[in-house]
């Protein structure tokens, strides 16, 4: 006899995304950044997101910053998030840098009012060419300015001065004093929990596709003084 087989059917069963918006922080007027497609809105929590500053600000003059954001909470059908970082493109700071100048890179560790750690790269380039005593000069007052700015401010207004122009403006007005100076710029701004810890966006036709830190195979090592003077000599 004949054996009835029944036709074994799998089932994948299939979660359904949806999108979700992301907010920025109060600190930048609560303008949608971005959307992300998740299963649900939790997962979304602990991913960053790179946002160019002139989106936020709507000035073509911040085009060549951006701005990070972690995702913190959710609200309903919104993904709240938090700023954690600051940076200003390498292809800009090789426009500005010219024959002829000095070129100032240094990095510094502060903790701000509100007890949070933070690294600042920052960048001077003088007018002319300049003495070895002169550059440290510059350093050593470049670096008890921004002691002075980052301690009387917490991490959010620090960076409020420093995205609307006012700190870099006063740096540069003080240190012309010692050596006229053709810019100041603080490269990277970043909190020292978060370093090594930012997840990729990446954007595409469909939106914002994210990778945590958990789909990367290799650890990111912590940037050390040494290896900002390879970054330099590879920009260079």
Known sequence: MAKNDKK?????KVKKKIWFKVIAPKLFGQK??????LTAANKGVGRTLLVNLRDLTGSPRDQNAHV????????????????IGYSVSPSHIKRV???????????FTLKTKDGREVIIKTLCITLNKVQRSTCSSLRLKLQELLSTEVGKADFDAFVGNLVS??????LKRVLSKIQPLKGVTVRVLQLKKEKGKFSKVVEDESGLEETTEEDQSEEVEPETEEDLEEDVEKEE
């Not at 949608?32 to 497609?37: A, C, R, T, V």
């Not at 990070?68 to 700023?83: C, M, N, P, Q």
């Open 8 to 12: 074994k059917v799998s089932r994948i």
């Open 32 to 37: 949608e950044i971005g959307e992300s497609y």
């Open 68 to 83: 990070t954001f972690e995702i913190t909470k959710v609200d309903g059908s919104i993904l709240r998030t938090k700023t």
């Open 97 to 107: 840098v010219r024959k002829n100048t000095n070129r100032l890179d240094d990095v």
């Open 165 to 170: 122009g006012k700190m870099v403006s006063t």
